[in-house]
C-alpha cells in the first residue's frame, strides 16, 4: 500500500519562510513522479512545484523566486521551501506522487492514470 506523507507547514507572518516535505513509504525517490499541489479556502487546487521526468525541479511560474523545490535523498523526502511568503499563499499543501517507470537514460515517465495524495498540510500566512 501506497502511504504518501506530508509534513511541516504551520503558522507564519507575511514575509516569512516555511517548509514543507513529503515521502512514499519510505521508498526512494527516484521510483515516484512527485509534486506539491495547494488549494487555497475556495479555490481550486493547483500544481506549485515537482520534479520533472528527468529529474529537474521545476515551479509554477508565478512563484519563481520564492518557491524552491529540492530532493533529499539521504531522507527519500521532496521538500518545498517557501520563501517571502504572503497571504495569498495560506491554504492546504497536498503531494501528489506517481510510478515514475524508466525504459532507458532519459526516457522516464510517469505512469499514466495512477496517483496518490498525501494527507495535506496546513501553510497560514497572517498579514
Known amino acids: 500500500q501506497v502511504r504518501v506523507e506530508e509534513s511541516g507547514g504551520g503558522s507564519v507572518q507575511a514575509g516569512g519562510s516555511l517548509s514543507v516535505s513529503c515521502s512514499v513509504s519510505?521508498?526512494?525517490?527516484?521510483?515516484?513522479?512527485m509534486a506539491w499541489h495547494r488549494q487555497g479556502l475556495g479555490k481550486e487546487r493547483d500544481e506549485v512545484a515537482g520534479?520533472?521526468?528527468?529529474?529537474?525541479?521545476i515551479v509554477a511560474d508565478s512563484l519563481k523566486g520564492r518557491f524552491t523545490v529540492s530532493q533529499d535523498y539521504d531522507n527519500s523526502i521532496l521538500l518545498l521551501k517557501m520563501n517571502t511568503l504572503e497571504p495569498e499563499d495560506s491554504g492546504m499543501y497536498y503531494c501528489?506522487?506517481?510510478?515514475?517507470?524508466?525504459?532507458?537514460?532519459?526516457?522516464?515517465?510517469?505512469?499514466?492514470?495512477?496517483?496518490?495524495w498525501g494527507q495535506g498540510t496546513q501553510v497560514t500566512v497572517s498579514s
Open positions: 520534479w520533472d521526468t528527468d529529474g529537474r525541479p
Open positions: 501528489k506522487v506517481s510510478p515514475r517507470d524508466c525504459y532507458g537514460p532519459g526516457a522516464c515517465s510517469c505512469r499514466p492514470g495512477v496517483y496518490y
Open positions: 519510505g521508498s526512494p525517490l527516484r521510483n515516484w513522479c
